[in-house]
T-cell receptor, first 112, second 113 residues
Framework: KAGVTQTPRYLIKTRGQQVTLSCSPI?????VSWYQQTPGQGLQFLFE???????NKGNFPGRFSGRQFSNSRSEMNVSTLELGDSALYLC???????????FGSGTRLTVV | DAKTTQPPSMDCAEGRAANLPCNHS???????VYWYRQIHSQGPQYIIH???NNETNEMASLIITEDRKSSTLILPHATLRDTAVYYC??????????????FGTGTQLKVEL
């Protein structure tokens, strides 16, 4: 079966711009979670969506937002980019938020 | 949130068992222990998870202590391709619904000839 697909794989943006990242979960999976990975902070939870509703949010500023569509695909948006937002952004899908989580390959965002 | 503590690095000879320890002394009764590994900044790969019983699959075995305060991931016959960062994770169940994976800093496992 197809895995979790994240697009784009790489992205370079300028400070102050905004960016939208996309995640297509495994077919049938209704839960999508987003994580930020940086060398300094490691992997940190951003938010979780289930059936188009945000169930949880991590400790990130309001510049980080997301949504989930009726087909379970999810997008996350970062507005007013800062240099510190440079990171690998990963999404993970699961059937209903429990069991095994499958991660995508991530989107590497570089803010210059 | 429950935190996990792992040694920063470990070495293992190819063909031998790799035993990766994890401490999660603040884990709650309904929180699962997950293990993932990550190679070269790819997406983390699921290995195994459990609540309180020992678990085994085609990749590894998970041994959870009776008090659930620690666990050990066992790769029975490590190969060079098992070189990766291994994360011990607690799945936190959020009041009102939802879950999140709380990652620790991981163990860099190096498998050598």
């Amino acid at each position: 079966k197809a895995g979790v697909t994240q697009t784009p794989r790489y992205l370079i943006k300028t400070r102050g711009q905004q960016v939208t990242l996309s995640c297509s979960p495994i077919s049938g999976h209704r839960s999508v979670s987003w994580y930020q990975q940086t060398p300094g902070q490691g992997l940190q939870f951003l938010f979780e969506y289930f059936s188009e509703t945000q169930r949880n949010k991590g400790n990130f500023p309001g510049r980080f937002s997301g949504r989930q569509f009726s087909n379970s695909r999810s997008e996350m948006n970062v507005s007013t980019l800062e240099l510190g937002d440079s990171a690998l952004y990963l999404c993970a899908s699961s059937l209903n938020g429990g069991g095994g989580y499958t991660f995508g390959s991530g989107t590497r965002l570089t803010v210059v | 949130d429950a935190k996990t503590t792992q040694p920063p690095s470990m070495d293992c000879a190819e063909g031998r068992a790799a035993n990766l320890p994890c401490n999660h002394s603040t884990i709650s009764g309904n929180e699962y222990v997950y293990w993932y590994r990550q190679i070269h900044s790819q997406g983390p790969q699921y290995i195994i998870h459990g609540l309180k019983n020992n678990e085994t699959n085609e990749m590894a075995s998970l041994i959870i202590t009776e008090d659930r305060k620690s666990s050990t991931l066992i790769l029975p016959h490590a190969t060079l391709r098992d070189t990766a960062v291994y994360y011990c994770i607690v799945r936190v169940v959020i009041t009102g619904g939802g879950n999140k994976l709380t990652f620790g800093t991981g163990t860099q496992l190096k498998v050598e000839l």
